[in-house]
Nanobody, 116 residues
Framework: QVQLVESGGGLVQPGDSLTLSCVAS????????RGWSRQAPGKQREWLAT???????NYADSVQGRFTVFRDGAKNTINLRMNGLKPEDTAVYYC??????????WGRGTRVTVSS
């Protein structure tokens, strides 16, 4: 089993930057990648970015160039740096862990609100 805990959400103004963190515990060696998704009110969950265990990254077109997923040096922690935040980025942000041949793991999410 893998547990994922997100942190770093909050209320920010348009144009601000914010960094979210996801700490993994448990059998993290099973994961081949981790990522971030978000769910805005009334909308379906949207994939944002993935980082593999050898640090290859992929991004959704909607956040390419504004968001960066990276590891902070600790094997069990990944971050999502978000620049130029817009009101439409308001959502609950979830960390995702991917294991081959198994269901994905999800954290409980951290809420980001972008409002003036």
């Amino acid at each position: 089993q893998v547990q994922l805990v997100e942190s770093g959400g909050g209320l920010v103004q348009p144009g601000d930057s914010l960094t979210l963190s996801c700490v993994a515990s448990g059998s993290i060696s099973r994961l081949y990648a981790r990522g971030w998704s978000r769910q805005a009110p009334g909308k379906q969950r949207e994939w944002l970015a993935t980082i593999t265990e050898d640090d290859h990254t992929n991004y959704a077109d909607s956040v390419q160039g504004r968001f960066t997923v990276f590891r902070d040096g600790a094997k069990n922690t990944i971050n999502l740096r978000m620049n130029g935040l817009k009101p439409e980025d308001t959502a609950v942000y979830y960390c995702q862990g991917m294991e081959a041949g198994a269901n994905d793991y999800w954290g409980r999410g951290t809420r980001v609100t972008v409002s003036s």
